[in-house]
């Protein structure tokens, strides 16, 4: 069996009078028209919802929103006279079923509806297509298919969307509430709580209610933030364990945690909870209604997770302190402890890079951040020229094997960063910017230098895989015979190039 076919075994595809009834009164609402036309003195009308004819009291313009009067619906005047080639109502909705395999999942299918009233008005019909199926079983993902109009096969997709979002954007789109209430009854998605949330055709949330039953826990002790917050691609900054299985692993929490937190859970929001999470773990001791003011208090501009990396192997505690601190000291600097903080990390990366031990609270907590932070940064700058320029010398050495002299010219490997640099500025060509490239080896740049003036940039070569890719002079001019000529032979000693294949390098 096809995996498709595992999926198709769940649903049906037909056409239930409910499906006809919601279509006709939720998602083709306005798709309904009167069309009149003349016959001696009187006008007529047709009512293409209630397919009746009447004769019209008052003369109906085209264009017009008018009652029917016979079935008492909201229609648009049509004048039959007037063309109607290029009217064509259509929209995508989605509908919710029980599985008839498996009484535990339920599934979800979207179709494009349309009617075309371009040709007999007395014939129209409503055109289903079905082109996305859903499935969703307790415990699993949520699965997705969607049909490929041009080739006609039903294509997985890696997450399940709403096609609203994608190909069906741009029409109305309708969900059905009362399908969804219908199938997930008898369910496990009964409880899913589905009803508190707003998403596009819901489709998101089953995935995630099916595969994590923490939806459930996580609406019922109000954390509801979570799910809205996933359900739009927000952070939750890792503060909830989807596949827990109790309350204490969903939150993260010690057990004596669960019941201060779930009571002031309205001032909780998801950066708060990481926060109580990790201070429960380093050791700072906070009490719930700290961290609140905490989070308040820095206005929510920090992800507690840059705080807790910034902080480790000491408290977060700590740190907050050191943060109020650097604030108050250099108060005409920064404007938010947010501003210290991420000084402080870049702070800690040069010292990573340096190899100074951050266990070394003096270290880790500088007397004045600032300060210490713009001398690191010299430091880090003159290491990283100095590595480089080892890389480049060792790089020298390997090619020096290029080196080779001929008539009156002479062809070298750069030695370093600060040869490129100067050959880019005085040729006026971009050879600068591959200092890195050629340092890491994924490109050898040679210069070639009249012999008479071997310091003199003149011209500047790469070399790919025994192959000549560039040559350029001033200006990135292109060389001359002279120098093409020496090229040739430098190609055909050093890089082994057939003879006959010269030709082909200046083309
Ligand atoms: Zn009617």
């Known amino acids: 069996m096809g995996e498709f076919e595992k999926v198709r075994k769940h649903f049906n595809t037909k056409i239930t009078p409910e499906m006809k009834k919601f279509v006709d009164e939720c ?47 909201k229609c648009h ?17 989605v509908y919710y079923d029980k599985s008839i395999h498996d009484d535990k999942s339920i599934v979800a299918k979207g179709y494009f509806v349309e009617r075309d009233y371009s040709g007999d008005i007395r014939s129209v019909e409503t055109g289903y297509q079905i082109h996305a199926v859903y499935l969703f079983c307790p415990g699993e993902k949520g699965i ?20 609203r979002r994608t190909t069906m954007a741009g029409m109305k789109n309708c969900v059905s509430l009362e399908s969804i209430s219908k199938a997930v009854r008898g369910t496990p998605f009964q409880y899913s709580t589905w009803e508190k949330y707003s998403d596009d055709d819901f489709v998101r949330f089953f995935s995630l209610a099916a595969q994590y039953p923490s939806v459930e826990y996580l609406t019922k002790i109000g954390f509801g933030e979570a799910i809205e917050a996933k359900l739009r691609g927000w952070p939750n900054y890792g503060s909830i364990n989807w596949r827990g299985k109790s309350i204490q692993q969903v ?17 909780i929001n998801l950066q708060t909870l990481r926060m109580i999470q990790m201070a429960c773990k380093d050791g700072s001791k906070f009490t719930t209604d700290e961290v609140i003011k905490i989070v308040q208090g820095i206005g929510g501009s920090i992800d507690p997770n840059d705080l807790g990396k910034a902080s480790k192997p000491f408290t977060i505690r700590k740190t907050l302190n050191y943060l109020k601190k650097q604030t108050e000291k250099d108060k005409q600097f920064y404007n938010s402890p947010a501003g210290v903080l991420y000084m402080l990390a870049d702070y800690q990366r040069f010292c990573k890079e340096l190899g100074m031990d951050l266990n070394d609270e003096y270290i880790h907590f500088p007397p004045h951040l600032r300060r210490q932070h713009n001398n690191l940064m010299k430091q880090v700058e003159v290491q990283r020229d100095a590595l480089l320029d080892k890389k480049i010398l060792k790089r020298y050495r390997a090619l020096k094997r290029y080196i080779f002299l001929a008539n009156d010219l002479m062809i070298r490997p750069a030695k370093s960063a600060q040869e490129l640099i100067s050959e880019g500025e005085k040729l006026h060509h971009c050879v600068g910017t591959y200092v890195k490239s050629y340092a890491d080896g994924e490109t050898n740049i040679l210069f070639v230098r009249r012999k008479s003036a071997p310091d003199v940039p003149y011209v500047t070569v790469e070399v790919r895989g025994n192959e000549i890719r560039q040559a350029y002079g001033h200006n990135d001019t292109l060389p001359t015979s002279m120098v093409k000529k020496f090229l040739d032979e430098f190609s055909m000693t050093k890089l082994n190039r057939k003879y006959e294949k010269r030709e082909s390098l200046w083309a």
């Open 77 to 93: 005047v049509r004048a039959s006279g007037k063309g109607h080639k290029h009217l064509r109502d259509f929209a995508y909705f």
């Open 144 to 163: 997705m298919y969607q049909l490929n109009t041009w080739s006609k096969r039903w294509e997985s997709h890696k997450s399940v969307y709403p096609l």
């Open 251 to 267: 939150l993260r929490l010690p057990k004596q945690m669960i019941k201060p937190v779930i009571r002031s859970q309205e001032k």
């Open 27 to 73: 998602v083709l609402t306005s798709s309904r028209y009167i069309f009149t036309h003349r016959s001696g003195r009187h006008q007529y009308g047709y009512c293409t919802h209630c397919q009746k004819d009447f004769e019209n009291k008052e003369t109906l313009k085209h264009g017009s929103v008018i009652t029917c009067p016979e079935c008492g619906s």
